[in-house]
């Protein structure tokens, strides 16, 4: 009994550490969000300020505003996001019926894509966009994106398509049902929350990106994680206005992850309930 | 009896790779008729039944229903109902919804699906938990939502692969005896796969004894258990099986642990077989064939006595009030009409 509620609290104390060591950042650019560029500055840092919203005002509706560039994120993200999603529903639930002697090596090479060090690849990429024209465009991006986010959506999905028992598809053919209805009455719907899952990985994944945005985006085409760095300069760094940015540029991120939480939670406990089914 | 569901398979084969799942197996089954496809596991049920279903494709042998050959027609076209196993019941819809849904596919206006949805529940019992989703059912209930959905369309056959084998003994004896009064008031033609002789020859009307991949016997439950066509369906059919004992035929007689039973066989000459008697054929008498009893099972209103004769194991079961007690010796005999005699080598009947 103690020996339960020791290991309950350590846990607890250790969940505490993580927390603190992820929470202190996000925090620390909430504050300077809030301060002007000069208190933002100061050494040793203020913590008691007047909060303003100035530095918000400046990056949403300044001579500078991010405001395109939020919705060049959205747009990739977005983009990226439902091709993805309409390539690997299909892609995943093939995989996961049908058995053919590259399963175990298609495993492989979805994990050595994201195992491969960007900066690697970033050069072959740039030059297949300057052939085709695709340099700096929403297409030229969202391929490029596809090509990691396409394999990790379809490891993801397999697993929780595997997870249906073959006898409820047929069970549905003698029902009368096509294959297609079948796949969109009694399979997608229960693998909604692996799909949301990952939608919010692959969303995430897009959202954060930086290093091939910053080489294959240009002008058009420009997210946030790249424009973000307009307020670092040579001369100066706009400390507060950076801050904004960021705390802009997380918002997606936390509404997005208290939205699916729920299914988050539940679909990586029901993999780990049925036995590992992240095979 | 209704004119649907008349079912003929022939000369269906079914290779996996190397492996004969079936070996040329023919039968017809009419229309109305109950009919049960028994045999041990792994024999080949549930191929049979997957490839009447077009679930799978046979290697070779047509498939005809109603006299029309459907061995390249899609399952969905078929227009069969099945129960499986494992229910396959949809976890994300109600029961409302999971029984609805081969009328949805059907395109049946939405006003008659919901009375439908209603009768077939009604006639499974299950109409208060249309509402509820799968897992919230007992085993029980699953099973009645499953066959609800199987009925809910007025499918021409109706397949049904050891719906019983999940429930507990008692629950499966009651739905059993229901099964046989919807299909009789459905008047469908059922195919119903088990490896329980006992559920086969209550339910069926007709059977098709399965043997590693091939069809030993078909016929009513109690012509097979009356005239097995083999030693391995005498020992199959009927509880406790049928004692099976090697024994020398001569002029008519059976010797069995030295002791002469007469048969209904004429054949002049002496050879090998194998004798078969039902325990229950086997009575206590005065004199006969000399027995120690080693072991009294006592059942309530029989009991089954192992005996060794001179060394060969066989069990009688008896109604008798004065059953006899451990290490006993009796006497037993039996008419000459309930003595199966078999080929030692092929199997066969004699
Ligand atoms: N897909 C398959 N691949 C290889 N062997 C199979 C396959 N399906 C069934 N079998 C074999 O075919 C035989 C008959 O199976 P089945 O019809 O399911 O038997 P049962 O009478 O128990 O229903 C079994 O020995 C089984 O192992
Ligand atoms: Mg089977």
């Known amino acids: 009994m103690t020996g339960k509620r020791l290991r309950v609290f350590a846990l607890l104390a250790i969940s505490l550490v993580f927390l603190l060591a992820w929470a202190f950042p996000v925090l620390w650019s909430v504050l300077n969000s809030l301060k002007t560029?000069?208190?933002?500055?100061?050494?040793?840092?203020?913590?008691?300020?007047?909060?303003?919203?100035?530095?918000?005002?400046?990056?949403?509706?300044g001579s500078a505003s991010i405001l395109?560039?939020?919705?060049?994120?959205?747009?990739?993200?977005?983009?990226?996001?439902?091709?993805?999603?309409?390539?690997?529903?299909?892609?995943?639930?093939?995989?996961?019926?049908?058995?053919?002697?590259?399963?175990?090596?298609?495993?492989?090479?979805?994990?050595?894509?994201?195992?491969?060090?960007?900066?690697?690849?970033?050069?072959?990429?740039?030059?297949?966009?300057?052939n085709i024209g695709w340099i700096d465009t929403y297409q030229g991006i969202i391929l490029i994106y596809l090509s990691f986010s396409l394999p990790f959506a379809i490891w993801l999905l397999v697993s929780y398509f595997e997870d249906i028992p073959f006898e409820m598809e047929e069970a549905a053919y003698l029902d009368g049902a096509s294959r297609l209805r079948t796949l969109w009455?009694?399979?997608?719907?229960?693998?909604?929350g692996g799909i949301a899952v990952t939608v919010v990985f692959v969303f995430l994944n897009a959202w954060n990106e930086f290093l091939f945005a910053?080489?294959?985006?240009?002008?058009?085409?420009?997210?946030?994680?790249?424009?973000?760095?307009?307020?670092?300069?040579?001369?100066?760094?706009?400390?507060?206005?950076?801050?904004?940015v960021s705390v802009l540029a997380m918002l997606p991120v936390v509404v997005l992850g208290v939205v699916a939480q729920k299914h988050i939670v539940k679909g990586l406990t029901v993999g780990a309930v049925k036995g590992g089914g992240r095979r | 009896m209704s004119g649907r569901g008349q079912v003929q398979f022939r000369d269906i084969v079914k290779m996996h790779g190397d492996f004969a799942a079936l070996k040329d197996v023919s039968f017809e089954i009419k229309p109305g008729e109950f009919f049960a496809l028994l045999g041990p596991s792994g024999s080949g049920k549930s191929t049979t039944l997957r490839i009447l279903a077009g679930l799978d494709a046979p290697t070779s042998g047509r498939v005809f229903i109603d006299g029309k050959d459907v061995t390249s027609t899609d399952a969905r076209d078929r227009?069969?109902?099945?129960?499986?196993?494992s229910y396959a019941l949809y976890p994300h819809m109600t029961v409302a919804e999971n029984i609805s849904f081969p009328l949805e596919m059907a395109n049946m206006p939405k006003a008659e699906i919901s009375a439908a949805v209603k009768d077939a529940a009604r006639k499974v019992r299950i109409d208060h938990l249309l509402d509820r989703k799968p897992g919230q059912l007992?085993?029980?209930?699953?099973?009645?939502?499953?066959?609800?959905?199987?009925?809910?369309?007025?499918?021409?056959?109706?397949?049904?692969?050891?719906?019983?084998?999940?429930?507990?003994?008692?629950?499966?004896?009651?739905?059993?005896?229901?099964?046989?009064?919807?299909?009789?008031?459905?008047?469908?033609?059922?195919?119903?796969?088990?490896?329980?002789?006992?559920e086969a020859m209550t339910l069926a009307d007709r059977m098709a004894v399965?043997?590693?991949?091939?069809?030993?016997?078909?016929g009513?439950?109690?012509?097979?258990?009356?005239?097995?066509?083999?030693?391995?369906?005498?020992?199959?059919?009927?509880?406790?099986?049928?004692?099976?004992?090697?024994?020398r035929y001569s002029n008519g007689d059976v010797i069995i642990a030295g002791h002469r039973f007469k048969t209904i066989m004429q054949a002049s000459g002496e050879r090998d077989v194998v004798a078969g008697i039902r325990p229950g054929a086997l009575r206590v008498a005065p004199s006969g064939l000399s027995a120690r009893v080693e072991l009294v099972e006592d059942l309530g209103d029989t009991a089954v006595l192992d005996l060794d004769c001179a060394g060969t194991l066989i069990r009688v079961r008896v109604s008798d009030e004065n059953v006899p007690r451990e290490g006993d010796t009796i006497s037993i005999t039996a008419r000459a009409q309930d003595i199966h005699l078999f080929d030692p080598t092929t199997g066969k009947r004699l």
């Not at chain 1, 000069?38 to 400046?58: G, M, S, V």
Request: proline share 7%.
């Open chain 1, 37 to 61: 560029d000069r208190d933002a500055l100061a050494y040793p840092p203020k913590l008691i300020f007047t909060p303003t919203w100035e530095a918000y005002h400046d990056v949403l509706f």
């Open chain 1, 68 to 130: 395109p560039n939020l919705v060049s994120s959205m747009v990739i993200s977005v983009g990226t996001t439902v091709v993805t999603m309409l390539m690997a529903i299909p892609a995943a639930y093939a995989l996961a019926r049908l058995r053919f002697r590259g399963k175990k090596f298609a495993g492989f090479y979805v994990l050595a894509t994201q195992m491969l060090p960007p900066v690697g690849i970033i050069i072959p990429y740039f030059l297949v966009l300057r």
């Open chain 1, 185 to 192: 009455r009694i399979i997608i719907p229960q693998v909604r």
């Open chain 1, 214 to 244: 910053v080489v294959l985006s240009g002008n058009t085409v420009r997210p946030v994680t790249v424009a973000m760095f307009n307020f670092v300069s040579v001369e100066q760094t706009l400390w507060a206005k950076l801050a904004a």
């Open chain 2, 79 to 85: 227009d069969i109902a099945m129960v499986f196993q």
């Open chain 2, 138 to 198: 007992s085993g029980g209930q699953q099973q009645r939502c499953a066959l609800a959905r199987a009925i809910v369309r007025k499918a021409r056959l109706f397949l049904l692969d050891e719906p019983l084998s999940n429930l507990d003994a008692k629950l499966r004896l009651e739905t059993r005896a229901e099964l046989k009064k919807l299909q009789r008031s459905l008047d469908v033609t059922a195919v119903y796969v088990t490896h329980d002789q006992e």
């Open chain 2, 210 to 218: 399965f043997m590693a991949g091939e069809i030993q016997q078909v």
């Open chain 2, 220 to 247: 009513t439950p109690a012509e097979v258990f009356a005239r097995p066509n083999s030693i391995e369906i005498a020992g199959f059919i009927g509880n406790p099986p049928m004692n099976l004992v090697p024994a």
